[in-house]
């Protein structure tokens, strides 16, 4: 593993440098971050201290919104601050620390999106047996191997970036750490990294996002057995998750698949 890089800190470009346009970086990312927090932190209130929300979808909920808070607060607020300086750097061990969180928190949001198209799937197609297959016992073991499985692929991303020299330049054209740009900036061949990044990031959100589509194919076409009534309260919970994956995915999916990110032969 390479840890003796002569680059000990690297300089974040951000989004723009033009003093204006970074006023507005700054206005922008706090607002959103802003309400991004108090949206997941009402969501999580809420479902902790009513009783009424006890069924398997508001677990999931619960630790959908959690990690999103997190996973923002692992870019946002350094993001802010910097759009408030003239000269932005990140040190290495400071850089690294930053790609841990992103991907464990990110993936961990993609798990959780499995987690409720199956229970979305099970309430709907097997009304009768929902309560025994999403217990609360079987419930909480999934959210715990999605954590597990959050975490072996965060340290994977994390042994990828150590082994990886660094020997200048050391301008990250980029408001964050992330694989990436520190692909572009090793002193090395980094073609068996691209690949290995491209199976593991890459994989994860082309194959989830294909999963979770095909299944809420089979979810809306088995609507057709139930009343107008229970199509419409299935509709509403389906289409706003079917939006969320879409929003969520498609970026994804751009970041860890696309040709500059494939390796070239």
């Not at 991004?36 to 929300?53: E, M, V």
């Not at 607060?73 to 408030?84: E, G, N, Q």
């Not at 990044?197 to 979810?219: D, E, H, K, P, R």
Request: hydrophobic share 50%.
């Amino acid at each position: 593993m390479q840890l003796n890089n002569n680059v000990t800190e690297f300089i974040l470009l951000g989004l723009t440098q033009d003093p204006f346009r970074k006023k507005i970086v700054f206005v922008t990312f706090l607002l959103f971050y802003l309400g991004t927090l108090l949206g997941n932190l009402l969501i999580i209130t809420t479902i902790k201290t009513s009783r009424a929300l006890g069924s398997p979808m508001y677990f999931f909920l619960f630790h959908l919104s959690l990690p999103d808070t997190c996973f923002s607060t692992s870019i946002a607020p350094r993001t802010i601050v910097d759009a408030l300086l003239k000269n932005t750097t990140i040190s290495f061990s400071e850089c690294i620390i930053q790609v841990f969180p992103l991907h464990f928190f990110g993936c961990l949001e993609i798990f959780i999106l499995i987690l409720m198209a199956v229970d979305h799937y099970v309430a709907i197609c097997k009304p009768l047996h929902c309560m025994t297959i999403m217990s609360r016992w079987v419930c909480s073991v999934l959210v715990a191997v999605a954590w597990v499985g959050s975490c072996a692929h965060s340290l994977v991303q994390i042994f990828l970036a150590l082994c990886l020299p660094f020997c200048g330049p050391s301008e990250i054209n980029h408001y964050f750490c992330d694989l990436e740009p520190l692909f572009k900036l090793a002193c090395t061949d980094t073609y068996v990294t691209n690949l290995l990044l491209v199976s593991n990031s890459g994989a994860i959100c082309t194959v989830s996002f294909v999963m979770l589509m095909f299944s809420y194919i089979i979810i809306l076409h088995s609507l057709r057995n139930h009343s107008a009534e229970g199509r419409r309260k299935a509709l509403s919970t389906c289409i706003s998750h079917i939006v969320v994956v879409i929003l969520f995915f498609v970026p994804c999916i751009f970041m860890y698949t696309r040709p500059g990110y494939l390796p070239h032969g």
